[in-house]
């Protein structure tokens, strides 16, 4: 378990919890002296919140002067995220997949879990100048192939792998952790699906 507290959200980082836990990780000599939270554009995070770091140091480092920083969503998706056991994974990723990615992976700094709240904090390189696509726009035609053959690099680097060496990728749910997904994520949206794709379901579908 460990020593630091997990932030329950991204104003509850301060810059004495960043100097604890850098300094911990052997990244940080001296002190956080100055801190600046930036949150970035809603929705970006997905299942979580995400802000910039705009960090000012007592004495020269060689830390970037912005880090990111991911913390558990401050809305119903919280339970959605906890439901998929996405925070464990995205954790788990980052301690034992990151290294061996064929493609550009942020560097993290730090990463912690709280079981009871479902908090979490994962502190990250900032790639300033990579996006993610407007879910709404979409992709142009040269970014959904570039997306593709990625995805393509990502999946032959791990082929092959047992799946005993990588058993927290994989859905593992009890009866009850189902009825939980189906009553947090299927059932609410139902609704909308019959608003904006009834006509293609018969009453058989709906019912079912």
């Known amino acids: 378990m460990s020593v630091f507290s997990v932030p329950g959200s991204v104003k509850d980082i301060t810059a004495e919890w960043l100097t604890d836990v850098l300094r911990d990780g052997g990244y940080l000599q001296s002190v ?114 570039t997306a593709i053959r990625k995805l393509a690099e990502l999946h032959a680097s791990f082929w092959g792998l047992e799946k005993e060496a990588s058993a927290w990728m994989y859905d593992s749910m009890t009866d009850d952790e189902s009825h939980r997904l189906r009553d947090v994520i299927y059932l609410p949206a139902l609704e909308a699906v019959f608003d904006n794709y009834g006509y293609l379901l018969s009453g058989e579908h709906r019912e079912l």
């Open 32 to 145: 956080v002296s100055g801190l600046e939270i930036e949150p970035m554009a809603e929705g970006v995070g997905l299942l979580g919140e995400v802000a910039r770091l705009r960090l000012e140091y007592q004495a020269d480092e060689i830390l970037p002067a912005t880090l990111v920083v991911k913390c558990a969503a401050q809305n119903q998706n919280r339970e959605l995220a906890r439901c998929l056991s996405f925070y464990d994974r995205e954790l788990e990723f980052y301690k034992r997949m990151a290294d061996r990615c064929p493609m550009q992976v942020p560097k993290s700094y730090y990463s912690d879990l709280r079981r009871d709240s479902y908090d979490f904090v994962l502190l990250l390189d900032d790639h300033g100048n990579a996006s993610s696509r407007d879910q709404l726009i979409g992709a142009s035609r040269h970014e959904a192939f």
